[in-house]
């Protein structure tokens, strides 16, 4: 009798381990602050990559249409955007890490931008993010996946721009 | 060598890269601290009680403190190994958080109070070894101690809540798209 409710127990905590395992495949958070139906297309240049182990997050900063410089406001500040995705683990899968992804990276992403209009979205669920190959800008109003060189983290083509 | 270029070294050490990039990494080292603190604030909360008179006196603090202070050492330790763990994942993130900060000058001002118990109160100890009411100097140190573990745990439980973004762009990123 006590043997039996100890292996229930055991598995119990067998099946619990099994389910925080399953855990860091699920979202962290909901989607509603984010606008899913609109996906936004960016080419632009890395600034900083924050690897959190729930969202990992790329900043980067635009580059304008004809790819010869980037967005800044109207003192000259750079417009800096955030795309946030998966944890820094699930990202590292596909090959999107602090190393891969450093500090004046080219890169192309589609994201779904946050409701508040602040400069921020949630990647695409589809499609690779593009890396172009150094300094290597894509032509104007074109992206890295069209650069020879480009590197690809994820699958499939980039996303298109939905409004 | 900064404070920051340190941490940035722990970021960017093999078992940053390691806890960043496995799966289980994280919620395994997470768990485990969590587990380690649990150890260190019971254990403490052992002694600290005896010594504020709210448990037996027929238990002398000396054998109170002596049971639990290897169970103390050894959650302690491993607190510090998975805390390095975690902190190595994310270092500029953490370097930069408030609370972080906090957290560890809670640590260090709970780690001064044992010092200053046992280099002072504690000397005395076989006088009061077996009485429920001890010297105000020892239920001094005892209260603080519960006041700063219990601080550390809501402390550490703040940093995961306010990561925050940096938006700032780094000063060596070039903006400009110069073609070398």
């Not at chain 1, 480009?150 to 939905?162: N, S």
């Not at chain 2, 890269?17 to 649990?38: C, D, F, I, K, Q």
């Amino acid at each position: 009798m006590n043997t039996t409710f100890r292996l229930g127990r055991v598995g119990v905590v067998t099946l619990l381990l099994g389910a925080a395992a399953a855990m860091p495949a699920l979202a962290h958070h909901s989607f509603a602050i984010f606008n899913m139906e609109q996906t936004r297309v960016f080419t632009g240049v890395v600034t900083r990559i924050n690897p959190d182990a729930n969202h990992l997050q790329i900043f980067f900063v635009p580059m304008n249409d004809e790819r010869k410089g980037v967005l800044r406001s109207e003192d000259g500040k750079p417009m800096v955007w955030a795309v946030e995705m998966a944890g820094s683990a699930q990202a590292a899968s596909q090959g999107i890490s602090v190393n891969s992804l450093p500090p004046g990276t080219y890169i192309s992403v589609a994201l779904h931008p946050l409701r508040s209009g602040e400069a921020a979205g949630s990647r695409a669920e589809t499609g690779a993010i593009y890396r172009c190959p150094d300094k290597k800008a894509p032509e104007a109003g074109k992206h890295c996946d069209t650069v020879e060189g480009r590197l690809a983290f994820g699958d499939g083509p980039l996303a298109a721009a939905k409004d | 060598m900064t404070l920051h270029d340190l941490a940035l070294a722990v970021g960017n050490s093999g078992v940053g890269a390691w806890m960043r990039s496995n799966l289980h990494a994280m919620p395994v080292v997470e768990a485990t601290h969590v587990l380690a603190a649990a150890t260190v604030l019971g254990t403490v909360l052992v002694v600290d009680l005896r010594l504020l008179g709210f448990t037996d006196r027929k238990r002398a603090v000396t054998v109170v403190s002596r049971e639990m202070l290897g169970f103390t050492w050894a959650g302690f330790v491993l607190a510090v190994i998975t805390g390095v763990m975690m902190f190595a994942a994310n270092a500029n993130t953490y370097y930069g958080n408030t609370a972080f900060r906090i957290k560890l000058l809670l640590l260090a001002a709970a780690g001064l109070n044992m010092a200053i118990f046992n280099l002072g109160a504690l000397r005395s100890v076989v006088q009061w070894d077996l009485q429920q009411r001890t010297p105000r100097a020892a239920r001094v140190a005892a209260a603080l101690s519960v006041l700063l573990w219990v601080s550390v745990i809501f402390v550490a439980r703040w940093i995961g809540f306010t990561k925050g973004y940096d938006f700032a762009v780094p000063d060596n990123v070039d903006l400009d798209l110069t073609i070398p």
